[in-house]
């Protein structure tokens, strides 16, 4: 494994995080929305990782028994939980017995999951900056 294998594997990671976090940052957005495109209220929605996928060609030339992949967003699904009902009569989306159907969005779960992708962006950042620092060492032991 050389040292830009380290950097490229948590790029895939930070981009995937940038994701995740835009997505978080969607379900929070649409919090209180009511009525979408598609009819009725906005949907949570999640990410789904899965390995890199690495070429025939990649893997022949790995010294390694195992090349290493690095992670990509493969789906954002959308949730499949009933919206919570809220009684308000003078909502103008509110049914005949006076309840509007809000999405079903707890903001702390939301609030949790920004902070776990923010501390995993962080942590993949730390791990490039350390491989740019053992670079940088080792080119100046060559001096």
């Known amino acids: ?3 830009f294998t380290s950097m490229n ?3 895939s990671a930070l981009k995937a995080q940038r994701i995740r976090l835009d997505t978080i940052s969607s379900n ?15 949907r ?12 025939f060609a990649d893997h ?5 028994k195992q090349a ?10 959308t949730e499949d939980a009933e919206p919570r009902l809220v009684f308000d009569p003078g909502h103008p989306d509110a049914n005949e017995q006076g309840y509007v159907a ?3 969005i707890d903001i702390m779960k939301e609030t949790t999951d920004m902070m776990l992708a923010t501390r995993a962006y962080e942590a993949n950042i ?18």
């Open 102 to 104: 809000l999405p079903n």
């Open 60 to 64: 022949l030339s790995a010294k390694e």
């Open 9 to 11: 594997i948590s790029a």
């Open 28 to 42: 929070m957005a649409n919090s209180e929305t009511t009525r979408t495109p598609d009819g009725g209220p906005y």
């Open 68 to 77: 290493l992949n690095g992670v990509r967003v493969s789906e954002i699904i």
């Open 126 to 143: 730390t791990t490039i900056k350390s491989a740019k620092r053992m670079a940088l060492k080792a080119l100046e032991i060559g001096k």
């Open 1 to 3: 494994m050389n040292i």
């Open 44 to 55: 949570r929605k999640m990410v789904v990782f899965e390995p890199q996928q690495v070429s």
